[in-house]
């Protein structure tokens, strides 16, 4: 139960704290606006995520005895959230330019999260090999890793919309830059905790 909430809470934090489409309109909200409109986009991923979650769990119930098939995916998960991290050790802060840009709403927040595909990449490649292997344990397993995955995300996010709120160059600042590459660090760990449960999957390694 530990190892999720922990896994939850890393990739919440990170995935929060990462530029995103969703991460550059909520900048564009917080400063053309007010901070609660940057915490309405905050807030979008509980709305849009729902569907996408289901869909994983159902591919998941077809797919639990084909070991092989969740391997590969595990370690597709892994080179996903190794890339992750290394763009987060690199990262120099982000600029950004909201000049041009127009007012959004939450309604269009919706609409640029569905329409990332990063999300539904994320569930199928990452989110799916920790799932199979949270319920392989019990229920409160795979709930746990998607409150704690959520919640961090969510509280990141509306952390930033407050920050970004208060000082526009905060994106560009050193406490943005370390946060980054400490979690940049944090996602090359679990992407080898991913590339060790599909090598496993394989039954190219012991458990």
């Known amino acids: 139960m530990v190892y999720f ?77 190794l890339t992750m991290g290394y763009e987060s050790i690199r990262t120099k802060g982000i600029e950004l330019n909201i000049r041009e840009a127009e007012p959004k709403s939450l309604r269009k927040g919706v609409l640029v999260n569905v329409l990332n595909p990063s999300p539904y990449l994320f569930w199928f490649s990452v989110g799916a090999p920790i799932m199979t292997k949270a319920m392989s344990l019990n229920i409160s397993a795979p709930l746990a890793f998607i409150i704690s995955l959520y919640t961090f995300m969510v509280v990141s996010r509306i952390l930033l919309a407050i920050l970004i709120g208060k000082s526009k160059s905060f994106l560009s600042g050193k406490a943005y830059i370390y946060t980054m590459r400490f979690l940049g660090l944090v996602l090359v760990v679990l992407a080898f905790a991913l590339f060790h449960d599909g090598l496993k999957l394989l039954g190219i390694i012991e458990a």
């Open 5 to 81: 909430l922990t896994v939850g809470t890393m990739l919440g934090i990170s995935c929060g704290f990462s530029p995103s489409p969703l991460l550059t309109l909520l900048v564009t909200e917080t400063l053309q606006h007010d901070i609660k409109s940057g915490v309405k986009v905050a807030l979008v991923p509980i709305i849009t995520d729902l569907p996408i979650i289901i869909l994983t769990l159902f591919v998941l119930s077809k797919l639990s005895n084909f070991h092989n098939i969740l391997g590969v995916i595990s370690i597709a998960g892994g080179f996903l959230i």
